[in-house]
């Protein structure tokens, strides 16, 4: 593939295994970018859950699906839930019942008072039944499970704070119907980790996605569209794959299953598929 290439790396189930970078990802894009490549994270995670060591290895990160972009010290883009919509937002989900959700923001990602329970066990069991997990070794970034829980803050007042997204888990209703009630302002988006998809999702600010962030990148950075290659397994990468000229799913995820053209199928991190991919892309 001649010319410069931006690449666009979903974090969780793409570019990281359970929150850890392997090495050969590590080594792949130190590569790709010493020979003259961008490489930036597109995830669905708010900055404030971005492992430094991962953002440092990177020419930049889109957070919160694409609310958030950040190139150097500079932020292009940080979009949030307006102060009516938000106040909204909370009222519903106060009146659908008590389950746990987190606000997530660039700055921290805060929980109601049932929230880091739940998250603690969900993590236990989805590790427990993942089989073997990643090992924070040499060579590898990010931390893992313990990163994760270590940046949730829990708060018993949420009136106030300033948020991208919403996460939510045990939902007494399908998310589709909180977006519903909240209003045309937001999307529902299934959350695609552990084993409680039908009772979990996210809410997003229904006009901004990952692609956006894509395009606030690419206009930075003067690389043109056709030459944007996007990296992502789950249902929020659908949108950038199918807006970049150049989409790798992750074999086998919902992602390659919503792609009916991709570039490339990549394995997962833990067969060190985005390695494989730039290899065969001809990008390293």
Known sequence: MSGQHALFLDFDGTLADHGIVPKAHVDSLARVR????????????????????????????????????????????DSRFPDELAERTLRVLEE??????????????VGNSTAERYIRERLTRSFQKSGKLPAKEEGTLGGGASELLDAFVLRDDLAGISFAKVVAWQIPM????????IGPEVRDMPYSIGEDQDTSG????????????VKRVLEHTGIPLERAVGFGD???????????????????????????????????????GLADALEKLGLV
């Open 34 to 77: 010493d020979a003259g490549h961008l490489a930036f994270l597109c995830t669905g995670r708010p900055h404030s859950l971005i492992p430094r060591d991962v953002e440092a290895a990177l020419d930049g990160v889109i957070g919160s699906a694409g609310a958030y972009v950040k190139i150097g010290d500079t932020i292009l883009e």
């Open 96 to 109: 659908v019942g008590t389950f746990p959700f987190v606000l997530e923001s660039p700055e921290a990602t």
């Open 174 to 181: 399908s998310i589709t119907e909180v977006a519903r009630k």
């Open 202 to 213: 996210e809410l997003q600010l229904s006009a901004i996605d990952k692609i956006d962030g």
């Open 234 to 272: 789950g249902m929020n990468d659908v949108g950038m794959l199918r807006g970049v000229g150049v989409p790798v799913p992750v074999e086998g995820s919902d992602a390659s299953r919503a792609i009916g053209d991709p570039a490339y199928v990549m394995s997962g991190p833990r067969e060190g």
